[in-house]
């Protein structure tokens, strides 16, 4: 544990540090050119540093594996665990496979409109965020800028005090419930199906 902690300490400085930062100026309205120089150079930083992190993150992997490649890929005892979990995770894909195929045998005509009420759910709720976006005067949900004050008053461009007023009543309401609806009815396919894979792994044919 120690060494995992120590491990994840280059985070801070090239990823967490800089974003915070952004984060925090891009909250902060001001006027001061100062300022906002600050925020350009830091967002510009901040980008800098996930890039060469990840550049220097991919050719360390690469230089590892060409110099310790063969020797990683030897089976170790330690490995016998995973290579069991692995070897279990394959057999539920396969269960779980078979079980999502459109026109196999355990894709009923029940959960077949399960699917297809869900997913027309999510379209209509999307292309009405898609509508409210592109229109002149929104209707499901109030403009609200990131560096806005929640306590200014909506002609001020806040919220009044109350997060929740950002949702327009009724359209807004109506079209977050019937997102809610949607994912809730993904839910209990995800679940039904898995309910089902689990089933299946002891089978021959899945061995």
């Not at 540090?17 to 984060?23: A, D, I």
């Not at 997913?119 to 898609?130: D, S």
Request: glycine share 6%; with cysteine; aromatic share 8%.
């Amino acid at each position: 544990l120690p060494q995992m902690l120590l491990g994840t300490l280059p985070v801070y400085p090239v990823s967490v540090f800089p974003q915070t930062l952004v984060g925090a100026l891009l909250t902060h309205d001001s006027d001061d050119p100062n300022l906002r120089t600050l925020s350009t150079m830091s967002t510009a930083g901040a980008a800098f540093a996930q890039a060469a992190a990840s550049l220097i993150a991919t050719y360390k992997i690469t230089q590892m594996l060409e110099t310790h490649g063969q020797q990683l890929a030897e089976p170790r005892i330690e490995h016998q665990q995973v290579a069991e979990l692995s070897r279990r995770r394959a057999q539920h894909n396969q269960a779980l496979k078979a079980v999502c195929q459109w026109n196999g045998p355990y894709m009923t005509l029940r959960r077949k409109v399960t699917i297809c009420f869900a997913t027309a759910l999510v379209l209509i709720c999307g292309i009405v965020l898609a509508l409210d976006f592109v229109a002149a005067r929104s209707f499901c949900l109030r403009d609200f800028a990131m560096t806005g004050d929640i306590n200014a008053s909506f002609q001020d461009g806040g919220l009044e005090g109350n997060v929740l007023n950002v949702i327009l009543f009724p359209l807004g309401a109506v079209n977050l419930g019937l997102l809610t609806v949607a994912l809730a009815v993904f839910g209990f396919h995800t679940w039904e199906s898995r309910r089902l894979s689990k089933t299946l792994v002891t089978l021959p044919i899945l061995e």
